[in-house]
């Protein structure tokens, strides 16, 4: 049985700087595609970063480019996501997700097939 957990979300004021984690289980891990997603209230899931594998590609919205660094350890079977300058658009339930080979990291919701139950980032302007 696939198992994803999420955490280190928190409040954070604007400005401020939050990493997630991720925890595999059940799943070969260093062979899947990773992602992180978030849900804002009243707004549908938005894929926010995807990587592969070997950690090779790597995606990110638009709108976390420069800020954000999704990242890997295939020791550890841990997923990261480092988020900084976080501003209150970023504040939202964020999931992770995962799909073994054959998989894209290409950050869209039909690519991954697990996920987590989620973690809470609220940022406070």
């Known amino acids: 049985q696939v198992r994803l957990v999420e955490s280190g979300g928190g409040s954070v004021q604007a400005g401020g700087s939050l990493r997630l984690s991720c925890a595999a289980s059940?799943?070969?891990?260093?062979?899947?595609?990773m992602g992180w997603f978030r849900q804002a209230p009243g707004k549908g899931r938005e894929g926010v970063a995807g990587?592969?594998?070997?950690?090779?590609?790597?995606y990110y919205v638009d709108s976390v480019k420069g800020r954000f660094t999704i990242s890997r350890d295939n020791t550890k079977n841990t997923l990261y996501l480092q988020m900084n300058v976080l501003e209150s658009m970023d504040s939202g339930l964020y999931y992770c997700?995962?799909?073994?080979?054959?998989?894209?990291?290409?950050?869209?919701?039909?690519?991954?097939?697990?996920w987590g139950q989620g973690t809470q980032v609220t940022v406070s302007s």
């Open positions: 997700a995962a799909r073994a080979r054959p998989c894209s990291p290409d950050p869209v919701e039909p690519n991954f097939l697990y």
């Open positions: 059940g799943l070969n891990y260093p062979n899947a595609c």
């Open positions: 990587i592969s594998p070997g950690g090779g590609y790597i």
